[in-house]
């Protein structure tokens, strides 16, 4: 499995971008990139994920460099409700089906006023 | 309605004792997963199901024993109980390889071995 690092902490002001980096230097070329947040107590959300295209959905953006080294997770205008743990993954498919994402460290954003 | 859902949220329970929790989805997916998170919040995968297929297993102890009677259920029975045991439980589904392989959790089964 391609290993994810990622910053372990970061602050954001209300209504500002938060910008999460995580590099993947070892990813391979058919390994996708997958972010999850866990809001305390709840279980890991889905995001978004890429390949090797920049991606956009309605909570966030992902930037692929386009050496796949690494990639940032963009809120463009971040809440309180977004305080949580965000974790970077690559994702290994399993032969028979599934999909088996290795959890880091993640990085715990806390969003302020 | 709850897309995953886990029972019980809660658990305490002795030493030895055997217990399990169980999981359901109605998403229609067919793949199943359980995750383990410990104290210090890390997430590691446990097991993973495809079809009522057990398909990852990840260096488990035998103590834990995952059961899948359809592709909506996948259940997991801990025997013997041990203090390292204690963490939060999540169950996941996927709708298999292939596509987006979007994981959706449930809200977590936190067991306590005293």
């Known amino acids: 499995d391609a290993k994810t690092t990622q910053p372990p902490s970061m602050d954001c002001a209300e209504g500002r971008a938060a910008n999460l980096p995580c590099n993947h230097s070892?990813?391979?070329?058919?390994?996708?990139v997958y972010w999850y947040r866990q809001i305390h107590s709840q279980g890991p959300q889905y995001i978004i994920h890429?390949?090797?295209n920049n991606e956009t959905n309605e909570m966030a953006s992902l930037i692929i460099t386009e050496d796949r080294k690494s990639s940032t997770l963009i809120l463009p205008h971040a809440t309180l409700r977004d305080t949580a743990v965000y974790y970077c993954?690559?994702?290994?498919?399993?032969?028979?089906?599934?999909?088996?994402?290795?959890f880091g460290t993640g990085t715990q954003l806390k969003v302020e006023l | 309605d709850t897309a995953v859902s886990q029972t019980p949220k809660y658990l305490v329970t002795q030493m030895g004792n055997d217990k399990s929790i169980k999981c359901e989805q109605n998403?229609?997916?067919?793949?199943m997963y359980w995750y383990k998170q410990d104290s210090k919040k890390f997430l590691k995968i446990m097991f993973s199901?495809?079809?009522?297929?057990?398909?990852i297993n990840e260096t488990v102890p035998n103590r834990f024993s995952p059961k899948s009677p359809d592709k909506a259920h996948l259940n997991l029975h801990i025997n013997s109980l041990e203090l390292g045991d204690s963490a939060v439980y999540f169950c996941?589904?996927?709708?298999?390889?292939?596509?987006?392989?979007?994981?959706?959790f449930g809200e977590g089964s936190r067991l306590t071995v005293l």
């Open positions: 996941a589904s996927s709708q298999g390889h292939g596509n987006t392989g979007e994981l959706f």
């Open positions: 070892t990813i391979s070329g058919n390994e996708y």
């Open positions: 890429g390949l090797k």
């Open positions: 993954i690559v994702r290994v498919v399993v032969t028979g089906g599934g999909n088996k994402l290795t």
């Open positions: 998403l229609g997916h067919d793949t």
């Open positions: 199901y495809n079809n009522k297929e057990l398909i």
